[in-house]
Nanobody
Framework: QVQLVESGGGLVQAGDSLRLSCAAS????????MGWFRQAPGKEREFVVV????????YYADSVKGRFTISRDNAKNTVYLQMNSLKPDDTAVYYC???????????????????WGQGTQVTVSS
């Protein structure tokens, strides 16, 4: 399995931007579909966005569509989450997650991801 380390979180104001990074190590990164999830206090972990192993397909939660962009650089073993026009409702711990390219199950369900990073806090003040 891959190991994942997120970075780039912080405290920003509404309307600002942040870019999160998730660095992978240990296995062939390009064999993994990568997702970002987030969890706010007292809430369940929720899907944000996913990018397939080749980078050919991406799927976004409606709440972030048009504001967030996922990308990956397989040469650098890294997936990025560019977050623009941040809102207080985006405040959460953000996790990247990996699933093998041939894995089954919904992209939107965290149960179908095998490996998780430790998370990075994003706080958006109003």
């Amino acid at each position: 399995q891959v190991q994942l380390v997120e970075s780039g979180g912080g405290l920003v104001q509404a309307g600002d931007s942040l870019r999160l990074s998730c660095a992978a190590s240990g296995r062939t990164f390009s064999n993994y579909t990568m997702g970002w999830f987030r969890q706010a206090p007292g809430k369940e972990r929720e899907f944000v966005v996913v990018i397939t192993w080749s980078g050919g397909s991406t799927y976004y939660a409606d709440s972030v569509k048009g504001r967030f962009t996922i990308s990956r650089d397989n040469a650098k073993n890294t997936v990025y989450l560019q977050m623009n026009s941040l809102k207080p409702d985006d405040t959460a711990v953000y996790y990247c997650a990996a699933r093998y390219y041939s894995g089954t199950g919904s992209y939107y369900d965290p149960r179908y991801y095998n490996t998780w990073g430790q998370g990075t806090q994003v706080t958006v003040s109003s």
